[in-house]
Structure formats: C-alpha cells, structure tokens
C-alpha cells in the first residue's frame, strides 16, 4: 500500500488536539491530513458565529496562534473588547481584534448561504493552511453543560464561569437531525484513510460530540483503517483544559484507564490502539484488558518536535495494523 | 421667556454639522441641546448596523473624536481591518477596532428589539453625552447618489468611490414611510424649542434627508422657534465633504446663494436666517431677496472657540427674533 497517497484522518478538539494535529500535518505530505472538528462549542455572539476549535486548528496549522496565551492569535490587541466594556457590553469571551475579522468573514459569509465547510476550507485556504480541516457537520450541534443546580452553555460553563461549576453530565443539542462531515464520510467510504487518530482531546466535550454524530463512529469502526487513540490524561491529569476535573465530578477514576474505559464503554470495538504516556506504563495491562492494543511513549507535547515525534508514534502504529 | 429652560433644536449630518453642535452643546446648559441627525448614510456591513452621521455626533459631543482624521475616534488602530484584508473581506470601509465596539454593540440592542432612538440613547448615556441626540427617524432611510451611469448607496459613492462619479441626483429610499422622530415632535408640539439651529452640513445628503421625513420640515416651519440656517458653503467652497462638487455638478452656483436658492425653492418660508461667511458678505442682498433674514459672521470653525463663537452667533440671532 503507497502510504504517501492515503490520507489520515485525526478527530480533534481545540488547544491539546491541535498540537498532535500540527505535529501530523508535519510529519505528512501537503494534503494528507484530514481533520474532523469539534463544533459543539460554536455559539452565536455578539451576532457573530464563533467555532472556536476550528479557529485553534486553523491558527496553530498556519503558525499564527498565541501559543504563549493557549489561544487566539499571537501578536493580539483588545481594543473592540476594551471600548465594549466601556459600553457595558459582553466581553467575557475576548475576542481579540484580529481573531475578530476571522468571525466577522465566517459570519458574512455563512450568511451569504455557504455552508460552515466551505467557509472553514476558505478560511484555511486565505491562511495558507494545507490541511483538510472539516467540521464535525453542517448541523448546528451546541453542547450543554449539565451543572449541579443549572445548565449551561458550553461556552458560558467554558469561559464565563471558568469551569468552576461540578458537571454531572453533558448533551449535545441538535445532534439527532445532524449528519457527519460529507466529505470525510466521502473518503471513509472509498477506504482513502490508512488511519485514523483521535488527538488527546477532551473526551466529553470534545470528542464525543464528533463520535456522537449519528453514523459517523459506527462508520469509523466498520472501516479498515486502525484508529488510534491518544490518551488526553497523563499521570492522573490533563494538561490543558477541564477533562480530569469533569472526570472526577462525575465519579470516573481520573486515570488514562478511566478514558480507556470511557471510550471502550460508549464505542465497544471502536479503538484499536490506546497510546499513553509514560508515566501510565502501569497501567497498560489493565487497558489492554479492554479489548484494545496498548502502546507507551511520551504524550507531552511540549516542543515542536515532541508533536513531530508523538505523530510519527500514532503514523506507526497505523501502519503496523 | 426663560431661555434656559427651553431646548435648542439642531439638525445635522456628519463632521460639520458635529462642529457646531458641540459650541452649541457647550453654550447651553446640560440637556438643553437637541440634536436631530441624518440616518440616511447608516447602512449595514459587514453584518453590522453602522449609523455614521450618529456616531460622528456622539463621539464628538463625547470627546472622544479623531480631529486629525475627521471621522472615527482618537487613538484609533486597524488590526481588526488589517487581519480582514488578509481573508480577502471587504476593508474599502475602515472600521477602527474601537469604533467596532459601537456598531457590535448597537447591531446587538438592535437585534434585542431596541429601536434606534433607544439604541443612540443608551450609546449616549455610556459615552457621557449630555446633548439629547436621534434619530431623524425610527425607520429605515436609505440615501441613493444618482450618478452618470450608475445609481451608488450613499457609502459607496462617499467612501467606496471616494466622491469620484458625478451625481445627476439623491433618492431617500424608505423616506415616504418614515415618521419623524416621536421625541422632537412631541416638543415642537410643546413649543418647547426657542430656536431650531440648521448645521453647516451638506444640503442635499444629509439636511434634505432629515427635512424630507414626512410632516417635518412643515412642522419647523409652522412652530413659532425661527430657524436659523448655516451656509456649508463659504467662498465657493465646502469647508468639508463633497457638497461644493456635487453643487458644480448638478448646475447649480457653487455659493452661500445657491444654497440659500435650494432651501428657499424646497422648504418656502422654512428659514428665518441665512448665516454667510464674512467672505460672502457681498451676496446678503440678493439672498434677502429670496424672503429670508441674512446674517453675516465668521463661520469657519477651527478651534473651539470658533464652534462656541458661531454657536452663539446663532443662539442670539434666534433670540432676536
């Protein structure tokens, strides 16, 4: 098999997903990657339509993210936010005034009729990204927190209020009437993918919404090519963002064991491989129990390289399916 | 009479008629000045609601004003623009990151079911504007340039085209259905304006606007407060903006008299006085001819003293009557 034409397929969430995402596209030819987007936490504000994960997948794969900040662009000014305050506005979601033409043009041009995947393939078109970068689906898909005494909406759980309320558990509005990505569904049918990885995203709020769209991980799991999943928790926690206190709250053992057994539950046969870190080794036997293949590396990406590296870990282990 | 009591009714466009309404704002008490602005310029883009005229009030009477550049606000940046040149959006209309704040913010309380009257007073409110500033109307107006070859909305012929198409005509589109603002009817009704002040602004694009809103300019007329007009045109010229052009144009005498000829043919018996430049001093006689009061004063406004002079010039002349 010519693993240079077969594309790859990766699931990805925002900050941690991007990462293995940059360190894939890095690893591949121009083209190759394929990346299927979270877009639960879209949200309609201020009047404009803002899909965070896909604009953290476009900025890190162009090289214009704030990697200092953990998102946004680098180089970035609050001047709108800034004068909104002074007019009493909304400005608990900063949006920075460069990110700000990105929701502006997406807003526009959604308006103009075109769908959220042809936007998303402009945007990354204008900002010189390669990468396929897909939303999940055209639906609108909006994930509710459910909150011990209200719920809330992703981004008002997210941002708003910091993660700070105890979560009990999560759903995915519209996600019934939704239907996976066209094209990816396009390329899993014609067995174009020699892989899929599943990036160390949030599996709650990140990858399940993706795994949830109707048909699409059934689709992943009947189709040849091994799926590869990177645990998002490392020594009992997540190094970006709310998985392993949403983990505790809902009572899950706060271990890569507990996202092993989360994905193992809800996709029975959907993984073939579950990557952890180091740090983890440990617990390899007891995962492996699972019914899945179990391989150990590191998983912190923290450097350029450690995202190349932990790419061509994931690469590998596809190929060795 | 107790002059401090009644109100002072203005009526403007854009950074001219701002000039005089500021001496105006500053001559009289706190809340004395009324101010009715031409919403003929607002259009939408971008997805925004951008009131132009309103703006250049507000941020005026606030303070808050970009001298040097004559439009927008001071210590204004462009990062917003600059990032959407990037996506290829359209930038021929430059939104400061500051002012971006005004236009999200009004398009939201717009969209809540705030009417603009309410929207401009609550951005009034926040930006510490005492003057009472609105509307001319509730309704949508929209300003068509009739040019050679071609029909322009007002923005595009003023900045997309930069003044460049000559004009054969203006069409107010919506006009016929618009009733004037409630607020300032109610204190015509009142007798409660002692003089209504007409700013230096163009007469066909932004006065003739305001003027045309269904029952207004009858209203002036039939309300004992004389109105007190200010020539835009000194020495054959525009002190700003296109009205000079637009007058050569269309045929008609590029002076303080072919002014006096358009209001005094449009609105008959609308004005109390004509004020002229010192320049123009030579024209009083046959502009009296045309059956108004002419007065003749300095009317060139560059410092703030000049605005406070002419505010007064013109107070007292409504006095005098």
Redesign the interface.
Known sequence: MNRVQNSILALSGGVGGAKLALGLADELTPGQLHVLVNTGDDFEH???HISPDIDTLLYTLSGLANEKLGWG?AGE?F??????Q????ETWFRL???????H??R??QL?QGKSLGEVTAG?AR??GVLTHVHPMTEESVRTTVHCVGEDLAFQHYFVRERCEPAVTGFSFEGISAARPNRDTMRLLHDKAFSSVVICPSNPFVSVDPILQVPGLWLALRDNPAPVVLVSPIVAGQAIKGPAAKMMAELGVPVTALGVAQHYCTRYPRLLDYFVIDDSDATMADEIGKLGVGVAVTSTVMKSREDKQRLARFTLQLGEAQ
Chains 1, 2 share one sequence.
Do not use: I
């Not at 002074?86 to 506005?89: D, P």
């Not at 920075?96 to 990105?102: C, E, H, P, W």
């Open positions: 201020l009047g404009l662009l000014t001047s709108t936010m800034e004068a909104l002074r007019l009493g506005g920075g005034d460069k990110d700000m033409a990105t502006l043009w807003t526009r308006k945007l204008r900002l």
